[in-house]
């Protein structure tokens, strides 16, 4: 069965400094990652997601993601936060042996970014 | 273009009552899907369509039923509602679940606070 965990149910962090929201995943075969964001009293939307190739993937809003296979990790980075992404954060997983194709979230990150 | 909606956005029940939650989505999508969200458990699928005309059960399929009525609604039911089906309810869609579909994206409606008394 595949899992997602993200260890931290709220990161902290001060307006202008580099964030990260940490994902990892366990899965068989070749992991497919996203991350969605949900904005108080809204759907979640899509931020990035990986498939294959570089290991850095760019998104929406200034985010990135690193996939590092060894570390079955997927963390969510942005170089300088803003208040604006205060919200809910989730990493998603899809295994290529789920019959179903279907999608495992993680429980979600709050993120605070302070002025 | 208004992507997936929901309605209602709000609902309050008494124990034992029925409701059907809608979805529609306007992007032409082959594949719907119904997620409850409940805190610190992430969103958890209850049903999916893959296509217009099939239903399939997810992780929590208890106590729900769906219809996939044409190929842009999907609708969530529940007969007799129960205090552990308080919740966020999100419908998504993508453009198609097959196999070798992973890479596929998933986009999500506003969502229904249900509240069961």
């Known amino acids: 069965a595949q899992s997602v965990a993200q260890p931290e149910d709220q990161v902290n962090v001060a307006e202008g400094n580099p964030l990260t929201v940490k994902c990892t995943y366990s899965?068989?075969?070749?992991?497919?990652l996203f991350w969605y964001v949900q904005y108080p009293n809204r759907g979640l939307q899509f931020l990035l997601k990986?498939?294959?190739?570089?290991?850095l993937v760019k998104g929406s809003y200034g985010f990135e993601a690193e996939f590092n296979k060894s570390q079955t990790s997927f963390h969510l980075k942005k170089p300088s936060a803003l208040v604006s992404d205060s919200a809910l954060y989730f990493c998603?997983?899809?295994?290529?042996?789920?019959?179903?194709?279907?999608?495992?979230f993680g429980g979600g990150t709050r993120l605070m970014v302070k002025p | 273009n208004a992507g997936v909606t929901q309605t209602p956005k709000f609902q309050v029940l008494k124990t034992g009552q029925s409701m059907t939650l809608q979805c529609a989505q306007d992007?032409?999508?082959?594949?719907m899907y119904w997620y409850r969200q409940d805190p610190g458990m992430g969103l958890r699928l209850i049903y999916y369509?893959?296509?217009?005309?099939?239903?399939d059960k997810g992780e929590v399929p208890n106590g729900y039923n769906v219809s996939r009525l044409n190929k842009r609604e999907f609708s969530l039911r529940l007969e007799s509602a129960a205090p552990s089906q308080t919740s966020v309810y999100f419908c998504?869609?993508?453009?198609?679940?097959?196999?070798?579909?992973?890479?596929?994206?998933?986009?999500f409606g506003p969502g229904t606070r249900l509240l069961v008394l």
């Open positions: 998504a869609s993508s453009e198609r679940l097959r196999r070798g579909g992973l890479q596929e994206t998933q986009y």
């Open positions: 990986y498939i294959t190739g570089d290991n």
């Open positions: 369509s893959a296509s217009e005309g099939t239903t």
């Open positions: 992007m032409n999508h082959n594949s």
């Open positions: 998603a997983v899809r295994g290529i042996n789920n019959a179903g194709n279907m999608l495992t």
């Open positions: 899965v068989s075969g070749n992991p497919y």
